[in-house]
Protein backbone atom coordinates (compact mmCIF):
# COMPACT_ATOMS: atom_id res chain seq x y z
CA UNK A 1 0.00 0.00 0.00
CA UNK A 2 1.47 3.57 -0.94
CA UNK A 3 0.41 6.70 0.83
CA UNK A 4 0.42 9.79 -1.28
CA UNK A 5 0.14 13.70 -0.67
CA UNK A 6 -2.11 15.25 -2.55
CA UNK A 7 -3.73 18.18 -3.78
CA UNK A 8 -3.44 21.73 -2.92
CA UNK A 9 -0.29 21.04 -0.12
CA UNK A 10 1.60 19.45 -2.99
CA UNK A 11 1.28 22.59 -5.23
CA UNK A 12 1.52 25.08 -2.36
CA UNK A 13 4.80 23.42 -1.63
CA UNK A 14 6.01 23.70 -5.27
CA UNK A 15 5.03 27.12 -5.10
CA UNK A 16 7.13 28.25 -2.15
CA UNK A 17 4.45 27.98 -0.01
CA UNK A 18 3.20 26.79 3.53
CA UNK A 19 0.63 24.68 3.36
CA UNK A 20 -2.61 25.04 4.69
CA UNK A 21 -4.33 21.57 4.98
CA UNK A 22 -2.67 18.48 4.07
CA UNK A 23 -4.72 15.75 2.12
CA UNK A 24 -3.92 12.08 1.50
CA UNK A 25 -4.60 9.36 -0.74
CA UNK A 26 -3.78 5.51 -0.21
CA UNK A 27 -3.77 2.82 -2.88
CA UNK A 28 -5.55 -0.35 -2.28
CA UNK A 29 -8.47 -1.18 -0.53
CA UNK A 30 -10.18 0.96 3.25
CA UNK A 31 -10.27 -2.24 4.86
CA UNK A 32 -6.48 -3.15 3.71
CA UNK A 33 -5.61 0.89 5.38
CA UNK A 34 -7.59 0.46 8.43
CA UNK A 35 -5.96 -2.98 9.50
CA UNK A 36 -2.81 -1.67 9.52
CA UNK A 37 -3.18 1.78 11.42
CA UNK A 38 -4.10 0.64 14.97
CA UNK A 39 -6.81 3.30 15.81
CA UNK A 40 -7.55 4.39 12.45
CA UNK A 41 -11.42 4.34 11.42
CA UNK A 42 -13.73 5.00 8.62
CA UNK A 43 -15.96 8.32 8.76
CA UNK A 44 -18.67 9.50 5.96
CA UNK A 45 -20.68 7.33 3.97
CA UNK A 46 -20.82 8.09 0.34
CA UNK A 47 -17.00 8.47 0.13
CA UNK A 48 -14.80 5.83 2.26
CA UNK A 49 -13.10 8.34 3.91
CA UNK A 50 -10.74 7.25 6.75
CA UNK A 51 -8.87 9.06 9.73
CA UNK A 52 -6.14 8.33 11.20
CA UNK A 53 -4.07 10.71 13.67
CA UNK A 54 -6.26 13.37 13.30
CA UNK A 55 -6.01 13.30 9.37
CA UNK A 56 -8.12 12.10 6.52
CA UNK A 57 -7.08 9.63 3.95
CA UNK A 58 -8.91 8.65 1.00
CA UNK A 59 -8.70 6.03 -1.38
CA UNK A 60 -7.39 6.61 -4.89
CA UNK A 61 -10.09 7.21 -7.30
CA UNK A 62 -10.82 3.34 -8.99
CA UNK A 63 -7.82 2.39 -7.34
CA UNK A 64 -5.71 4.24 -9.78
CA UNK A 65 -2.63 7.29 -9.10
CA UNK A 66 -3.48 8.09 -12.37
CA UNK A 67 -6.62 8.28 -12.68
CA UNK A 68 -6.80 10.23 -9.53
CA UNK A 69 -4.72 12.85 -10.92
CA UNK A 70 -7.46 12.65 -13.99
CA UNK A 71 -10.49 13.28 -11.33
CA UNK A 72 -9.37 15.98 -9.33
CA UNK A 73 -10.44 19.83 -10.15
CA UNK A 74 -7.82 21.62 -11.96
CA UNK A 75 -4.39 20.61 -13.13
CA UNK A 76 -2.64 22.50 -10.90
CA UNK A 77 -4.45 20.23 -7.62
CA UNK A 78 -3.51 17.38 -9.35
CA UNK A 79 -0.41 16.45 -7.88
CA UNK A 80 0.90 13.70 -5.40
CA UNK A 81 3.75 13.14 -3.83
CA UNK A 82 4.70 9.65 -2.61
CA UNK A 83 6.51 8.41 0.84
CA UNK A 84 10.01 8.23 -1.35
CA UNK A 85 9.64 12.11 -2.21
CA UNK A 86 8.64 11.15 -6.23
CA UNK A 87 6.22 13.38 -7.82
CA UNK A 88 3.30 12.49 -9.59
CA UNK A 89 1.09 14.84 -11.86
CA UNK A 90 -1.51 16.07 -14.37
CA UNK A 91 0.32 16.06 -17.85
CA UNK A 92 -0.04 19.81 -18.04
CA UNK A 93 0.35 20.06 -13.99
CA UNK A 94 3.96 21.44 -13.80
CA UNK A 95 3.90 23.56 -16.67
CA UNK A 96 0.27 25.44 -15.69
CA UNK A 97 1.80 26.23 -12.59
CA UNK A 98 5.06 27.43 -14.04
CA UNK A 99 2.85 29.91 -16.40
CA UNK A 100 0.09 30.59 -14.19
CA UNK A 101 -3.19 29.38 -15.73
CA UNK A 102 -6.70 27.72 -13.81
CA UNK A 103 -7.20 24.75 -16.17
CA UNK A 104 -9.95 22.19 -15.54
CA UNK A 105 -7.87 18.32 -15.08
CA UNK A 106 -10.64 16.89 -17.41
CA UNK A 107 -12.90 18.37 -19.86
CA UNK A 108 -15.92 16.24 -17.59
CA UNK A 109 -14.63 18.64 -14.09
CA UNK A 110 -17.46 20.88 -14.04
CA UNK A 111 -20.36 18.44 -14.82
CA UNK A 112 -18.57 15.89 -12.22
CA UNK A 113 -18.68 18.01 -9.56
CA UNK A 114 -20.52 21.73 -10.78
CA UNK A 115 -19.41 23.03 -6.93
CA UNK A 116 -16.12 22.98 -8.38
CA UNK A 117 -16.81 25.97 -10.30
CA UNK A 118 -17.26 28.16 -7.01
CA UNK A 119 -14.42 26.52 -6.06
CA UNK A 120 -12.24 27.69 -9.56
CA UNK A 121 -13.60 31.15 -8.77
CA UNK A 122 -11.96 31.11 -5.28
CA UNK A 123 -8.78 30.17 -6.43
CA UNK A 124 -9.09 32.57 -8.85
CA UNK A 125 -9.22 35.22 -5.88
CA UNK A 126 -7.04 34.14 -4.16
CA UNK A 127 -4.02 33.57 -7.14
CA UNK A 128 -4.73 37.14 -8.92
CA UNK A 129 -1.79 36.24 -11.34
CA UNK A 130 -3.07 33.41 -12.52
CA UNK A 131 -5.41 33.31 -15.48
CA UNK A 132 -8.37 30.85 -16.59
CA UNK A 133 -7.61 28.61 -19.56
CA UNK A 134 -9.32 28.88 -22.61
CA UNK A 135 -11.58 25.94 -21.99
CA UNK A 136 -12.11 26.56 -18.28
CA UNK A 137 -14.73 29.75 -18.89
CA UNK A 138 -16.71 27.52 -22.20
CA UNK A 139 -16.62 24.14 -19.79
CA UNK A 140 -18.52 26.16 -17.32
CA UNK A 141 -20.85 27.52 -19.20
CA UNK A 142 -21.92 23.79 -20.38
CA UNK A 143 -22.95 23.41 -16.68
CA UNK A 144 -26.70 23.15 -17.30
CA UNK A 145 -29.23 24.99 -14.21
CA UNK A 146 -30.24 21.47 -13.33
CA UNK A 147 -27.00 20.33 -12.30
CA UNK A 148 -26.28 23.95 -10.63
CA UNK A 149 -29.42 23.85 -8.37
CA UNK A 150 -28.29 20.51 -7.05
CA UNK A 151 -25.10 21.79 -5.69
CA UNK A 152 -25.80 21.93 -1.91
CA UNK A 153 -26.29 25.26 -0.51
CA UNK A 154 -23.11 25.08 2.50
CA UNK A 155 -20.65 24.12 -0.34
CA UNK A 156 -21.25 27.07 -2.68
CA UNK A 157 -21.63 29.90 0.71
CA UNK A 158 -18.45 27.71 2.04
CA UNK A 159 -16.38 28.75 -1.34
CA UNK A 160 -17.86 32.63 -0.96
CA UNK A 161 -17.16 32.45 2.60
CA UNK A 162 -13.41 32.05 1.47
CA UNK A 163 -13.17 34.34 -1.17
CA UNK A 164 -13.74 36.89 1.43
CA UNK A 165 -10.73 36.25 2.80
CA UNK A 166 -8.83 35.99 -0.45
CA UNK A 167 -6.51 39.02 -1.96
CA UNK A 168 -8.43 39.85 -4.45
CA UNK A 169 -11.87 38.51 -3.82
CA UNK A 170 -14.30 40.81 -6.88
CA UNK A 171 -12.74 38.47 -8.79
CA UNK A 172 -14.70 35.58 -7.36
CA UNK A 173 -17.15 37.95 -8.97
CA UNK A 174 -15.93 38.51 -12.30
CA UNK A 175 -14.78 34.82 -12.84
CA UNK A 176 -18.49 33.58 -12.01
CA UNK A 177 -20.46 36.64 -14.39
CA UNK A 178 -17.59 35.67 -17.02
CA UNK A 179 -19.08 32.09 -16.85
CA UNK A 180 -22.54 33.01 -16.75
CA UNK A 181 -22.33 30.89 -13.53
CA UNK A 182 -24.10 33.56 -11.33
CA UNK A 183 -27.67 32.46 -11.73
CA UNK A 184 -29.51 30.77 -9.35
CA UNK A 185 -27.17 30.65 -6.66
CA UNK A 186 -26.10 34.79 -7.13
CA UNK A 187 -29.12 35.23 -8.73
CA UNK A 188 -29.29 38.64 -7.39
CA UNK A 189 -26.37 39.58 -9.52
CA UNK A 190 -27.01 37.73 -12.72
CA UNK A 191 -27.69 40.89 -14.51
CA UNK A 192 -25.57 43.14 -12.44
CA UNK A 193 -22.90 43.73 -15.51
CA UNK A 194 -25.61 45.09 -17.40
CA UNK A 195 -26.56 47.72 -15.24
CA UNK A 196 -24.41 51.23 -15.05
CA UNK A 197 -23.48 51.84 -11.64
CA UNK A 198 -24.37 55.71 -11.87
CA UNK A 199 -23.65 58.80 -13.99
CA UNK A 200 -20.55 60.73 -14.69
CA UNK A 201 -18.88 61.47 -12.78
CA UNK A 202 -19.16 59.22 -10.09
CA UNK A 203 -19.75 56.05 -11.74
CA UNK A 204 -18.21 55.03 -15.33
CA UNK A 205 -18.86 51.43 -15.15
CA UNK A 206 -21.58 48.48 -14.29
CA UNK A 207 -22.91 47.45 -10.58
CA UNK A 208 -21.25 44.15 -10.69
CA UNK A 209 -17.63 46.10 -11.95
CA UNK A 210 -18.41 48.63 -8.96
CA UNK A 211 -18.73 46.03 -6.22
CA UNK A 212 -16.22 44.14 -7.39
CA UNK A 213 -13.60 46.75 -7.38
CA UNK A 214 -14.65 47.86 -3.83
CA UNK A 215 -14.27 44.26 -2.90
CA UNK A 216 -11.05 44.54 -3.81
CA UNK A 217 -10.63 47.83 -1.82
CA UNK A 218 -11.85 46.25 1.32
CA UNK A 219 -9.23 43.04 1.52
CA UNK A 220 -8.35 42.19 4.55
CA UNK A 221 -11.72 42.31 5.74
CA UNK A 222 -14.27 39.77 5.26
CA UNK A 223 -16.89 41.82 6.63
CA UNK A 224 -16.20 44.73 4.88
CA UNK A 225 -15.98 42.65 1.54
CA UNK A 226 -19.37 40.91 2.07
CA UNK A 227 -20.85 44.82 2.92
CA UNK A 228 -19.30 45.74 -0.87
CA UNK A 229 -21.09 43.05 -2.59
CA UNK A 230 -23.92 43.66 -0.71
CA UNK A 231 -24.63 47.87 -0.46
CA UNK A 232 -25.27 48.53 -4.07
CA UNK A 233 -27.94 45.55 -4.60
CA UNK A 234 -30.79 48.05 -5.06
CA UNK A 235 -29.66 49.34 -8.63
CA UNK A 236 -29.89 46.18 -10.24
CA UNK A 237 -33.85 46.57 -9.84
CA UNK A 238 -33.85 50.05 -10.74
CA UNK A 239 -37.00 50.46 -13.34
CA UNK A 240 -35.28 50.78 -16.68
CA UNK A 241 -36.70 54.25 -17.57
CA UNK A 242 -35.01 55.78 -14.66
CA UNK A 243 -31.10 54.76 -15.19
CA UNK A 244 -28.42 55.73 -14.99
CA UNK A 245 -30.02 57.19 -12.02
CA UNK A 246 -31.07 55.22 -9.01
CA UNK A 247 -33.36 56.94 -6.75
CA UNK A 248 -34.06 55.03 -4.10
CA UNK A 249 -31.78 52.11 -4.40
CA UNK A 250 -31.00 51.72 -0.43
CA UNK A 251 -34.75 51.08 0.16
CA UNK A 252 -34.75 48.57 -2.26
CA UNK A 253 -31.41 46.66 -1.61
CA UNK A 254 -32.14 45.26 1.77
CA UNK A 255 -34.72 42.48 0.47
CA UNK A 256 -31.95 40.95 -2.08
CA UNK A 257 -29.29 41.08 0.21
CA UNK A 258 -30.82 38.95 2.78
CA UNK A 259 -32.22 36.87 0.35
CA UNK A 260 -28.44 36.12 -0.75
CA UNK A 261 -27.40 35.43 2.45
CA UNK A 262 -30.03 32.88 3.49
CA UNK A 263 -29.65 31.07 0.22
CA UNK A 264 -25.92 30.44 1.13
CA UNK A 265 -26.35 29.73 4.56
CA UNK A 266 -24.54 32.70 5.97
CA UNK A 267 -23.74 33.70 9.36
CA UNK A 268 -26.25 36.18 10.99
CA UNK A 269 -23.61 38.27 11.47
CA UNK A 270 -23.04 38.55 7.39
CA UNK A 271 -27.27 38.69 6.94
CA UNK A 272 -27.51 41.96 9.37
CA UNK A 273 -24.04 43.65 7.80
CA UNK A 274 -25.61 42.65 3.85
CA UNK A 275 -28.63 44.71 4.84
CA UNK A 276 -27.17 47.14 6.79
CA UNK A 277 -24.76 48.13 4.12
CA UNK A 278 -27.59 48.23 1.85
CA UNK A 279 -29.75 50.66 4.08
CA UNK A 280 -27.32 52.79 4.92
CA UNK A 281 -24.24 53.12 2.78
CA UNK A 282 -26.14 56.42 1.02
CA UNK A 283 -26.66 58.11 4.17
CA UNK A 284 -23.40 57.51 5.78
CA UNK A 285 -21.58 59.06 2.56
CA UNK A 286 -23.21 61.98 3.57
CA UNK A 287 -22.56 62.10 7.00
CA UNK A 288 -21.50 65.99 7.42
CA UNK A 289 -24.11 67.23 5.66
CA UNK A 290 -26.95 65.96 7.53
CA UNK A 291 -29.00 67.35 10.78
CA UNK A 292 -27.91 65.63 14.37
CA UNK A 293 -31.13 63.42 14.42
CA UNK A 294 -29.27 62.11 10.68
CA UNK A 295 -26.38 61.64 11.95
CA UNK A 296 -27.02 59.92 15.17
CA UNK A 297 -29.49 57.14 13.76
CA UNK A 298 -26.52 56.36 11.19
CA UNK A 299 -23.93 56.43 13.81
CA UNK A 300 -26.06 54.50 16.10
CA UNK A 301 -27.30 51.82 13.97
CA UNK A 302 -24.20 50.72 12.88
CA UNK A 303 -22.30 51.05 16.15
CA UNK A 304 -25.32 49.01 17.78
CA UNK A 305 -25.01 46.20 14.92
CA UNK A 306 -20.99 46.17 16.23
CA UNK A 307 -20.12 47.05 12.51
CA UNK A 308 -18.44 50.31 13.01
CA UNK A 309 -15.20 49.51 11.57
CA UNK A 310 -15.49 47.46 8.59
CA UNK A 311 -18.51 49.74 7.74
CA UNK A 312 -17.20 52.93 7.41
CA UNK A 313 -14.14 51.68 5.91
CA UNK A 314 -16.58 50.69 3.02
CA UNK A 315 -17.95 54.23 3.36
CA UNK A 316 -14.56 55.67 2.69
CA UNK A 317 -13.80 53.28 -0.62
CA UNK A 318 -17.26 53.97 -1.68
CA UNK A 319 -17.36 57.34 -2.21
CA UNK A 320 -13.66 58.23 -2.13
CA UNK A 321 -13.80 59.93 0.60
CA UNK A 322 -12.40 59.65 4.26
CA UNK A 323 -15.13 59.66 6.65
CA UNK A 324 -14.59 57.04 9.14
CA UNK A 325 -12.11 59.19 11.50
CA UNK A 326 -15.13 61.71 11.51
CA UNK A 327 -17.25 59.58 12.12
CA UNK A 328 -14.78 57.60 15.23
CA UNK A 329 -14.87 61.08 16.65
CA UNK A 330 -18.50 61.64 16.78
CA UNK A 331 -19.34 58.06 18.03
CA UNK A 332 -17.42 58.70 20.86
CA UNK A 333 -19.45 61.73 21.47
CA UNK A 334 -22.29 59.80 21.58
CA UNK A 335 -21.18 57.31 23.92
CA UNK A 336 -19.96 59.43 26.41
CA UNK A 337 -23.53 60.44 26.72
CA UNK A 338 -24.91 58.91 29.69
CA UNK A 339 -29.26 58.84 30.24
CA UNK A 340 -30.10 60.28 33.76
CA UNK A 341 -31.31 57.45 36.76
CA UNK A 342 -34.68 59.01 36.33
CA UNK A 343 -34.58 58.06 32.46
CA UNK A 344 -33.24 54.54 32.76
CA UNK A 345 -35.82 51.06 32.28
CA UNK A 346 -38.45 53.23 30.38
CA UNK A 347 -38.39 51.17 27.82
CA UNK A 348 -38.90 53.15 24.37
CA UNK A 349 -39.17 56.20 26.43
CA UNK A 350 -35.75 55.61 27.52
CA UNK A 351 -34.49 55.11 23.77
CA UNK A 352 -36.36 58.76 22.75
CA UNK A 353 -34.95 60.88 25.28
CA UNK A 354 -31.05 58.94 24.76
CA UNK A 355 -31.53 59.81 21.22
CA UNK A 356 -32.95 63.57 22.36
CA UNK A 357 -29.49 63.58 24.08
CA UNK A 358 -27.36 62.61 21.87
CA UNK A 359 -28.89 64.74 19.40
CA UNK A 360 -27.96 67.45 21.73
CA UNK A 361 -24.58 66.76 21.92
CA UNK A 362 -24.11 66.26 18.44
CA UNK A 363 -25.14 70.01 17.47
CA UNK A 364 -22.85 71.07 20.50
CA UNK A 365 -20.20 70.40 17.44
CA UNK A 366 -22.18 72.85 15.45
CA UNK A 367 -25.12 70.94 13.75
CA UNK A 368 -23.78 70.30 10.17
CA UNK A 369 -20.13 70.02 9.62
CA UNK A 370 -19.48 70.40 6.08
CA UNK A 371 -15.80 70.87 5.58
CA UNK A 372 -13.38 71.56 2.49
CA UNK A 373 -13.38 68.79 -0.29
CA UNK A 374 -16.68 66.93 1.20
CA UNK A 375 -18.32 64.54 -1.65
CA UNK A 376 -21.43 65.87 -2.77
CA UNK A 377 -24.90 63.58 -2.48
CA UNK A 378 -24.77 61.21 -5.39
CA UNK A 379 -27.77 62.31 -7.93
CA UNK A 380 -28.91 58.47 -7.71
Not at 88 to 101: I, K
Request: hydrophobic fraction near 45%.
Amino acid sequence: MSIYLVGGAVRDLLLGRRPCDYDFAFSGEPEAFLAAREGARVVGTSVRVCLWRGREYMPLHENSLERDLAARDLTINALALAEDGRLHCHPLALRDLRDGVLRPASPSAFLDDPARIFRTARFAAFMPRFRLAGECVALMRAVPDEALRTIPAERVGRELFKALTAPCPGRFLRVLDEAACLRFWFAELESASDVPAGPAPWHDGSVLAHAAQLMDAMSGDPLAVWMALCHDLGKISTPPEMLPHHYGHEKRGAAPALKLARRLRLPRAYRQAGVLAAEEHMRAGLLLSMRPGGQRDVLWRVHRAGFHASFWRMVDADGGFPLSGEAGRRLDVLRSVRLPEEWRDKGPASEAKLRELHCAALSALGGKQPIAGAPLPEPS
